[in-house]
């Protein structure tokens, strides 16, 4: 039995997220075992749990507001880069640039999603006819 969350295009963006960042922090050095590698793990983790736990049949404008922590924990991610990038950690840059264009593509889709939610579409769907741009998010 499939979950309904299961069938939601932004779960996989976010399942395909976690795996790519946690990778890239299997290259930070072990100083930041406790630090950004444990935060930048828990929260790509956070995003695609928020996704599940906002799906269980709870009404769009609560399942909006946890895509919406779901946004927040991605966002969350990107900071992490940032400071990853700030320190000139030696990891891969192709890398850096995947986990870039990655977060572009989810927070686009999850922000898209919240907005049919919002808007109380009475049949949810992420799919590409709501996709916002990148600047609704960044």
């Not at 976010?14 to 444990?38: F, I």
């Amino acid at each position: 039995m499939e979950f309904k969350f299961e069938k939601l295009e932004v779960w996989t963006l976010a399942l395909d997220y976690a795996d790519k960042v946690y990778a890239l922090a299997g290259q930070l050095p072990r100083q930041e075992e406790y630090n950004l590698r444990s935060q930048i793990t828990r929260a790509a983790t956070s995003i695609g749990l928020n996704i599940a736990e906002g799906s269980t049949g709870q009404s769009d404008a609560e399942q909006a507001r946890f895509i919406g922590l779901a946004l927040r924990s991605l966002i969350e991610t990107v900071a992490c880069l940032r400071l990853i990038e700030r320190r000139a950690y030696s990891v891969d840059a192709n890398t850096l640039s995947t986990l870039d264009m990655a977060a572009h593509t989810l927070a686009i889709k999850l922000q898209a999603f919240r907005r049919s939610l919002d808007k109380g579409y009475r049949r949810v769907s992420d799919s590409a006819e709501n996709i916002a741009s990148v600047d609704d998010v960044v």
